[in-house]
């Protein structure tokens, strides 16, 4: 078995790369790549959670003219559609995983309980945790420091479709600069955009690290629990 860097990590997975190339959507082939990464770092005995954005089908602050809780609910459900997603795909490569969330919908998941939440995790099984955090005006990186903290994840896995953080937007300026090592002060102090405010001041006051990567190479999932330097470490 490898040695790995961690026991027990909180993985965030934008809504956004689970739609590989087709920019909307979850794409299959990109969704099993993923999970047959988490699946081999599950085999060396890490324990795993998960929170998984919904911005591949729906973004709250882009409902323009809606009612900005009414909007912050349904990107809450575009997570379940997400979560049950990846479960899917976890379970067809044999891995045991559970869905919880924090809204209460018992037919297709379990309610949020955290005592549940670390025993499932201590008998090797997979955590995905939906709806973030139940509440309007929360995003779904606060709700990944927030159970991070609550079940004492080592690290923040921040799976986004960019390498790592830059000091502007790498899409739209060539000659953005990729930072290898951040203060959570230069975080906020610059806004640079790495997470909102209320999760970087979540993980800074709780002293959880954040690994911000790129999963258009799910290899890379493998390399940063391994300990690998990649990407941009925040701490």
């Avoid at 799976?159 to 300026?173: Q, R, T």
């Amino acid at each position: 078995m490898q040695k790995t860097k961690y026991k027990r990590i909180m993985l965030k997975i934008s809504g956004e790369a689970l739609a590989g190339k087709r920019g909307h959507g979850i794409d299959t082939d990109t969704v099993n790549e993923v999970c047959s990464k988490i699946k081999d770092v599950h085999a060396f005995g890490v324990e795993i959670a998960i929170v998984v954005g919904g911005g591949n089908f729906w973004r709250g602050r882009k409902g323009k003219g809606m009612d900005r809780t009414t909007a912050d609910h349904m990107g809450m459900l575009a997570t379940v559609i997400n979560a049950l997603g990846l479960q899917d795909a976890l379970e067809s490569h044999g891995v045991p995983t559970r869905v919880q969330t924090a809204i209460d919908m018992r037919q297709i998941a379990e309610p949020y309980i955290r005592r549940k939440a670390v025993r499932h995790l201590e008998k090797n099984r997979i955590v995905i945790f939906a709806c973030g955090t139940g509440n309007p005006y929360f995003s779904t990186d606060t709700t990944a420091a927030l159970r991070a903290a609550e079940i004492d994840a080592e690290v923040i896995l921040l799976a986004k479709k960019v390498d790592g953080v830059y000091d502007s937007d790498p899409h739209k300026n060539p000659n953005a600069q990729k930072f290898d090592k951040l203060s959570f002060l230069d975080v906020l102090n610059k806004e640079l955009g790495v997470m909102d405010s209320t999760a970087a001041s979540l993980c800074k006051d709780n002293s959880i690290p954040i690994i911000v990567f790129g999963l258009d190479n799910p290899e890379n999932i493998i390399k940063v629990v391994l300990g690998e330097c990649i990407g941009t470490t925040v701490m």
